[in-house]
């Protein structure tokens, strides 16, 4: 409809004829009922959004907070509060409009009128629900994260929202044209053409992205998380993107991966691990004590036990080398706020302090060695001539 059009139906609109299709009585009566369920609709969004909150503030209020205080509402932690405003005030909205167009279709006016009522508040309706959804879908994405414990704020998927708010706006958006009158489904052909054509010239652009909403819907690892991929390269992830994802090596070097190549190879993660099992393969000379090996349990136990972050497991005689005898050492390492690296420095200190406990108990640890045995050479001559004759009569007695 163009405005030539709605000027001209606003300059012949009689007034006259519209109030003898619709008599006083039945406009105070059409009035009336839309006030009525207008104070129901506010009245039922405010007692649902009371309610819940005060549901969420038993959940999670703390000694002496009241559920009505605003910064304690900010600290909640049941759910996001500027959210669930934002869909209390969608729903609303989407309310108030559906009770003015039951209004004004209850009203008689010519065929003309009715289509313009009609398509405008048909768009302004699909607004408002484009408004509530886009409200609505990231609210409940949160609660679900919050039972998982953690928020859409703090969370990756927060990187989807704004192809799911593209999504919404694109169905909201089909559903006006629609009912404008045009062909959607040639539209819709037509961008289907265009999406097949931009695929095939962006594979490894749209392969990267859907490995991207891969790893946000399954995930393997966490934005602080220590990986190692398959190829050896490995690194904490310090960022991820529609198309790459950064590492963050022990050398402080930036690793910059293809996001299909986080999804379509091995990939070990050691972020999520609570504590780390280390295993000291410990080589002692065989010239050590006996009563020095049997005490070496105990003195492995107090080295390990001396880090608060370090829990002893065990410790033995495992086998008998070549060159020294093998003692097996197995601690575990709690998770600790550096990762990786903290997890390293430990293993260091742990390391240090057996060598110095070992200098200190006077324990040596043993290496690869070779001795070498000198024996007289003039009896080695004596036996070889005697074993050459053996030989000779040997021979001599076979002959005859």
């Known amino acids: 409809m163009n405005p030539e059009t709605i000027a001209r139906l606003l300059e012949y609109f009689d007034i006259k004829q519209f109030f003898l299709d619709n008599s006083p009585l039945k406009l105070a009566m059409i009035g009336v009922i839309m006030v009525i369920m207008l104070i129901g609709a506010n009245f039922l969004c405010k007692f649902i959004q009371t309610r819940l909150e005060k549901y969420v503030a038993a959940k999670t209020q703390g000694p002496g907070q009241h559920p009505d205080d605003k910064s304690f509402r900010a600290e909640l932690g049941g759910m996001d509060f500027k959210l669930f405003e934002q869909v209390i005030k969608g729903s ?90 045009f062909h959607v489904s040639t539209i819709i052909a037509g961008l289907g053409i265009v999406g097949v054509a931009v695929g095939l010239a962006g594979q490894a652009i749209l392969a990267d992205f859907f490995s991207y909403i891969v790893i946000l819907l399954d995930k393997p690892f966490r934005i602080g998380d220590h990986v190692e991929l398959g190829d050896g390269r490995a690194g904490d992830v310090e960022y991820m993107g529609p198309k790459t994802t950064h590492l963050r090596n022990l050398d402080d070097d930036l690793i910059v991966c293809a996001n299909s190549e986080m999804t379509k190879g091995t990939l070990i993660n050691q972020g999520s691990i609570h504590e780390r099992v280390v295993v000291v393969n410990i080589g002692v000379a065989y010239d050590t004590p006996v009563d020095l090996l049997k005490k070496m349990s105990d003195i492995l136990r107090e080295v390990v036990n001396s880090f608060p ?46 060598l110095e406990r070992f200098n200190n108990e006077g324990i040596s640890m043993a290496y690869p060695t070779e001795h070498v045995l000198f024996t007289d050479l003039s009896k080695a001559e004596d036996a070889r001539a005697a074993l050459s004759n053996e030989e000779k009569n040997g021979k001599s007695g076979v002959s005859q």
């Open 92 to 181: 609303k909205r989407l309310l108030y409009l559906c009770i003015f167009y039951w209004g004004l279709c209850r009203l008689v006016v010519g065929p003309a009128y009715a289509d313009a009522v009609k398509i405008i508040f048909t768009a302004w309706c699909i607004w408002a629900a484009i408004q509530f959804f886009n409200a609505f879908v990231p609210f409940n994405i949160d609660l679900y994260l919050r039972r998982r414990g953690t928020t859409l704020k703090t969370s990756q998927s927060r990187s989807l929202m704004p192809i799911i708010k593209g999504i919404i706006w694109a169905i909201g958006l089909t559903f006006l044209l629609d009912n404008l009158g």
């Open 309 to 354: 972050q370090c829990s002893f497991d065990r410790a033995c005689l495992l086998s008998f080398g070549n060159s020294n005898l093998n003692f097996e050492l197995l601690y575990l390492v709690s998770e600790q706020r550096g990762g990786i690296r903290d997890f390293m420095n430990t293993r260091s200190q742990v390391n240090i302090a057996i």
